[in-house]
């Protein structure tokens, strides 16, 4: 099955500064690639994500782009604020009926004042 | 409109009892899938059904546990005999089509003693 492999576990930036995270992927048939970010005690929610036929997407401050040859994705987070302070996952799947996601472990990010 | 609902939000039960998490999906959405989230950890996929059935439950650690949509909106995840390693938080999502977005419930949290 497929698996999903996240970097760092544990990121802390100055507030203003950028953050990435990224995650490699083991299933070259995966085809769908969200990041949800989720608040402690808090349901996961999505804040962008990536279809295989597409290399980067971007919503404001927030994008992630996706190399398929080498099986890895990034979110990359700009101009970072106090409420970006939350753990995020990144996810794959390859539909198919087999729609389930494969989540990373997390990244817990830390704004600095 | 309601977003993904879960009842109840908390569950503790004894070693070795019944226990059933109700979820309530978004109105419409076809697909409706349930994860488990234990601490310091990603969501980890069980069971997708699409409509009223299971098109994908390799997740289901055992045979303990079950789940059922029988009119194609609520699910009922079911797990028997339960061991304290079952307590977790388990999360339910559903998308509109498969390979669309989820969008997860508030999740039930489980303690097994």
């Known amino acids: 099955g497929e698996n999903v492999e996240q970097h760092p576990s544990t990121l802390s930036v100055q507030e203003g500064d950028s953050a990435v995270i990224k995650c490699t992927y083991s299933?070259?048939?995966?085809?769908?690639f969200p990041w949800y970010k989720q608040e402690l005690g808090k349901r996961p929610q999505l804040i962008i994500d990536?279809?295989?036929?597409?290399g980067e997407k971007k919503d404001q401050r927030i994008a992630v782009t996706l190399n398929k040859t080498a099986k890895h994705f990034s979110l990359h987070i700009t101009e970072t604020q106090p409420e970006d302070s939350a753990v995020y996952f990144c996810?794959?799947?390859f539909g198919g009926g087999a729609d389930g996601l494969t989540f990373g472990k997390g990244t817990h990010l830390i704004i600095q004042p | 409109g309601a977003g993904v609902s879960q009842t109840p939000s908390n569950k503790v039960t004894e070693k070795g009892k019944y226990v059933e998490l109700r979820c309530d999906p978004i109105?419409?959405?076809?697909?409706l899938y349930w994860y488990r989230q234990s601490l310091g950890q990603g969501p980890e996929f069980l069971i997708y059904?699409?409509?009223?059935?299971?098109?994908?439950d390799s997740g289901l650690p055992n045979d303990r546990f079950f789940a059922v949509r029988p009119e194609g909106s609520v699910s009922t995840l079911k797990i028997q005999r339960t061991e304290r390693g079952d307590s977790a938080v388990y999360l339910c999502?559903?998308?509109?089509?498969?390979?669309?977005?989820?969008?997860f419930g508030p999740g039930t949290r489980l303690l097994v003693l």
């Open positions: 109105s419409g959405h076809t697909a």
């Open positions: 299933d070259s048939a995966s085809n769908y």
């Open positions: 999502a559903s998308s509109l089509r498969n390979q669309e977005t989820q969008y």
């Open positions: 059904f699409q409509g009223t059935g299971a098109a994908d």
């Open positions: 996810a794959a799947s």
């Open positions: 990536i279809r295989s036929n597409v």
